[in-house]
């Protein structure tokens, strides 16, 4: 058993940046993948990125403007958010996996999610 604990979320301007940050405790350990997805109202749950060590890997449509990063020593993931649009509007979810995927129900473990919205 795993416990994911995401943080940082809120409400920013178009153009600005947020930073968040998930806390893994329990199971998962620096073995893992450890990623983020959003997930929109009525939209499917999307990869956003995902670190391993040297392995990064960043969804198309973020990227250029986030970058994530991985503290294994304190086993926790950041997600730094530049340039947020309106469309960047979500739910944010930590998630660990024991290899790579895009695919949602590859991952073994959830956070609950923060809210993320992009708005004047």
């Known amino acids: 058993q795993a416990q994911l604990l995401e943080s940082g979320g809120g409400l920013v301007q178009p153009g600005g940046s947020l930073r968040l940050s998930c806390t893994a405790s329990?199971?998962?350990?620096?073995?893992?993948?450890m990623g983020w997805f959003r997930q929109a109202p009525r939209k499917e749950r999307d990869f956003v990125a995902a670190i391993r060590s040297n392995s990064i890997y960043i969804g198309d449509s973020v990227k250029g403007r986030f970058t994530i990063s991985r503290d294994n020593a304190k086993n926790s993931v950041y997600l730094q958010m530049n340039e947020l649009v309106p469309e960047d509007t979500a739910v944010y979810f930590c998630?660990?996996?024991?290899?790579?995927?895009?695919?949602?129900?590859?991952?073994?473990?959830w956070g609950r999610g923060t809210q993320v919205t992009v708005s004047a």
């Open positions: 998630a660990a996996a024991p290899y790579y995927s895009t695919r949602p129900n590859f991952y073994r473990y």
């Open positions: 329990g199971d998962v350990d620096s073995s893992f993948f």
